[in-house]
């Protein structure tokens, strides 16, 4: 008995990992008993389901770094979603595999088709990417049109086209085409996100849990342009706080890496074009001299805003292809200026209207085309664990009000450019709230608003304590180990929710 009692006292992590690994799935399997209608197999998301569990739980049991945990369940969770997700399934995809098909296999730039609309000429094949017999036949062409995603810069396609063009030359089919456009930016969208676990130097956690919501995971498996914009926007925000709170010396390869991270995350999607500023935070001692940090810093935001500038006058051309009623860009742009004030009480109360359900959205509650419905228990219980995440995170001591001030900041711009696009795109003049805007856009940036409230708590708890308290630095560095010890429940609802999506996905497809 007492050799029972010491062994239970020695290892009282594990088997804590090993029964909520048991729970857990007991909780799954009582869910899809309950979802899935009578009669249906559920073998494969059952097999895949114990994998995951299994896999997790041994590397709680053995201890594994907690990098390794995450990049273990990302790469499990991804192939899961492959598994439910049909072709078609993301939000648009399917004129965004034809934006990606133009761009790998006929031109950048798309072209004005014959009845007004923009797209371009491709093989009648990719229409009818559901037939899994459907070939490439580059003598039997037609116009595609693909108007909303001609806009989109050919560099939010990059992972994609690269798939669709390598998947082109060993086969002609074009659904197997379709999925090596999918691998590919599920797999490049998988190592920036891992290459960004690596190098932030804190809030690895919270980072992680943007990367595996039920809608993110379905982005990365799909040929959309989201995944790869959230990938390059969580690396790059992953290394200008490497640079600014880590690193000894700034060099020309920090400088490459976040001119190329920056460029693509801008010209993913202009609203994003806000997130360059976050390389003032880089102090100026990091440079060899103050010109230099002076020169990267304007050089980098210019070069972006220049560009992006450029593009904007191409791509809002192919907007002419894409017309709703009542709809005029010109003149919304016109009526905001005329009345600031009225188009911020627009913005305010389509916050107040829809704050909770883009919250909801950016989670998972709706997947496909907006028409598969998840448990509300799977967004719900997400957003807890991302409160309380970013409540539990110890961001680094060297953040400046000035850091955390700029962080709010760019979160609030790049929310009132998404606003102001939809309110541009999608939303009749005089409208008394803004249409058409999708929770999944706020995601690349949220983690700015996280830091900030994380940072912000963080200072208030250093001022309670009391100068003289000589356990002062001993409370904090308690709070710092424990806040570092991998949390078994942290990983554990991450994989329930996702299983229980997969089981939602799946219902849906019966």
């Known amino acids: 008995m007492e050799k029972i009692k010491l062994f239970a006292k020695q290892n009282t992590d594990k088997i804590v990992a090993v029964l909520i690994g048991l729970v857990v799935f007991v909780l799954w399997l009582m869910y899809t008993d309950v979802t899935m209608p009578d009669g249906t197999k559920t073998g494969d998301v059952t097999l895949f389901a114990l994998i995951l569990l299994f896999a997790l739980c041994i590397c709680l049991v053995l201890k594994v770094r907690e990098i390794v945990i995450m990049a273990i369940v990302f790469l499990l969770l991804i192939i899961g979603f492959s598994k439910v997700n049909p072709l078609g399934n993301a939000a648009d995809e399917r004129s965004h595999f034809f934006r990606c098909y133009e761009i790998a296999n006929v031109s950048l730039i798309s072209r004005y088709l014959s009845d007004g609309n923009t797209g371009d ?14 070939t490439i036949d580059w003598n039997d062409t037609q116009e595609v049109a693909f108007s909303l995603m001609t806009v989109y810069a050919p560099v939010s396609y990059i992972p994609q086209a690269i798939g669709i063009k390598l998947t082109g030359l060993f086969t002609n089919n074009v659904q197997k085409i379709f999925w090596g456009g999918r691998w590919a930016n599920a ?28 809608m993110t995971l379905q982005e990365f498996m799909s040929v959309a342009a989201d995944g790869f914009a959230l990938s390059c926007a969580l690396f790059f925000f992953a290394y200008v706080c490497r640079l600014a709170y880590k690193s000894e010396e700034f060099k020309i390869k920090d400088a490459i890496i976040l001119a190329v991270a920056g460029l693509f995350i801008s010209l993913s999607k202009i609203v994003y074009v806000v997130l360059i500023f976050l390389v003032l935070i880089i102090p100026d001692n990091k440079f060899k001299k103050k010109a230099h940090a002076v020169a990267f810093k304007t050089g980098i935001i210019v070069i972006n805003w220049v ?7 191409i791509g809002s051309g192919f907007l002419k292809g894409f017309s709703m009623e009542n709809i005029d860009s010109g003149k919304q742009i016109k009526h905001i200026l005329s009345d600031v004030i009225g188009y911020i009480s627009v913005c305010v109360r389509t916050i107040a209207v829809f704050a909770v359900e883009w919250t909801s959205q950016m989670i998972g509650a709706v997947l496909g085309q907006a028409d598969i419905p998840l448990s509300g228990f799977i967004w719900i219980a997400l957003f807890v664990l991302l409160i309380v995440t970013c409540l539990k995170m110890r961001v680094d001591s060297k953040i400046k009000p000035f850091d955390r001030i700029l962080m709010l900041l760019i979160f609030f711009a790049a929310s009132g450019l998404i606003l102001t696009s939809e309110y541009l795109t999608w939303t009749p003049i005089g409208a008394p709230i803004i ?12 983690v700015f608003l996280c830091v900030f409230v994380a940072s912000a708590g963080q200072q208030n708890n250093k001022k309670n304590i009391k100068e003289d308290d000589k356990n002062k630095a001993e409370i904090l560095k308690v709070a710092d180990e424990e806040e570092s010890k991998t949390s078994p429940l942290y990983f554990y609802v991450i994989v329930l929710c996702n299983l229980m999506a997969i089981v939602d996905i799946a219902v849906h497809y019966v």
């Open 435 to 446: 249409v058409g805007t999708q929770g999944r856009y706020f995601t690349p940036i949220l």
């Open 307 to 313: 560009i992006n500038l450029a593009w904007l006058k």
């Open 121 to 134: 000429i491709l093989p009648t094949a990719v229409m009818y990417f559901e037939d899994e017999n459907a």
């Open 187 to 214: 797999l490049i969208c998988y190592l920036i996100c891992m290459a960004a676990l690596c190098v932030a130097p804190f809030g690895k956690r919270l980072l992680f849990l943007f990367m595996v919501f039920p």
